[in-house]
Nanobody
Framework: QVQLVESGGGLVQAGGSLRLSCAAS????????MGWFRQAPGKERELVAR???????NYADSVKGRFTISKDNAKNTLYLQMNSLKPEDTAVYYC???????????WGQGTQVTVSS
């Protein structure tokens, strides 16, 4: 199982930006599909963005054009660049890894993102 550690969360005003990072322990990082999920209070966890081993990306409609997922295989690190943040983006953000983009088996501990209006 891949060990994942997120960082980069925090408090930001609406319209601002944050970049989340997810450091992975596994040397074969490039063999895993990766994703970012989020869970707001009282809501179910939802997919934000995912990236396949081949680099294909998918985004939730709510973040398209504002968020960008990327990975650096040399650094075993996944990123989520979040721009034009909205209060409704407030949630705990989780990094996930899996053998495919529909099967995530490893999860990080989460990082809080709070967007003030």
């Amino acid at each position: 199982q891949v060990q994942l550690v997120e960082s980069g969360g925090g408090l930001v005003q609406a319209g601002g930006s944050l970049r989340l990072s997810c450091a992975a322990s596994e040397r074969t990082f490039r063999s895993y599909a990766m994703g970012w999920f989020r869970q707001a209070p009282g809501k179910e966890r939802e997919l934000v963005a995912r990236i396949s081993t081949g680099g294909t990306t998918n985004y939730a409609d709510s973040v398209k054009g504002r968020f960008t997922i990327s990975k650096d295989n040399a650094k075993n690190t996944l990123y989520l660049q979040m721009n034009s943040l909205k209060p409704e983006d407030t949630a705990v953000y989780y990094c996930a890894a899996g053998l495919s983009i529909v099967n995530f088996g490893s999860w990080g501990q989460g990082t809080q993102v709070t967007v003030s209006s």
